[in-house]
């Protein structure tokens, strides 16, 4: 069933549906206000509003065509004589997909070295051993102490383990 979902979201039946562009009242790009412009698919419906200064995502737009979302009083909207009658469960099976996408790259996630806590250990008795929440803390607090650290000499020093003017960097 998932290789199915796969399969129709590959094919890319939204795409190549015609999309309208109604030019709302107000509109400051254009002149010809309550017109309605014709695009073959929603990648030349982009294209335009880039050529008139305006940038937009892919999936902003399709968000924005759900719910009805007026951007910069322009309304898009899939041309309702050329969608397919399938086309209800297609957005489904494209949104069930997305999810499931996001789901399983939960699994491989990495934590972000940055955020880490970072476990000092220091020869002297002012600081045997103490935990920072980040690496600007870690350099904010050897600031305070007059010991220059920069990101760069804490990286290299976390990576190698080695003693820098008697402390010992590690992650925890």
């Not at 982009?46 to 937009?56: A, D, F, P, S």
């Not at 000092?120 to 010991?147: H, M, P, Q």
Request: with cysteine; proline share 2%.
């Amino acid at each position: 069933m998932q290789r199915e979902r796969q399969n129709t979201y590959i094919l890319g039946a939204r795409r190549s549906i015609p999309v309208e562009l109604e030019i709302k009242e107000g509109n400051t790009f254009i002149d010809s206000w309550g017109q309605t412009l014709n695009f073959d698919s929603l990648t030349s419906c982009i294209e335009y509003l880039r050529g008139l200064g305006l940038t937009i995502k892919r999936d902003t737009l399709t968000k924005y065509m759900k719910i009805e979302k007026v951007f910069h009083n322009f309304l898009c909207k899939y041309s309702d004589k050329d969608l397919p009658d399938n086309f209800e469960e297609i957005g489904l099976i494209i949104d069930e997909y997305k999810k499931f996408k996001e789901d399983t790259s939960l699994d491989s996630f990495k934590v972000n070295i940055k955020n880490k806590p970072i476990l000092v250990k220091g020869d002297n008795t002012a600081l045997r051993e103490k935990e920072f929440g980040s690496i600007t803390d870690t350099i904010n607090y050897f600031n305070s102490l007059n010991i220059k650290l920069d990101r760069k000499t804490l990286n290299l020093h976390l990576k190698n383990g080695k003693l820098y003017k008697n402390y010992y960097f590690s992650y925890k």
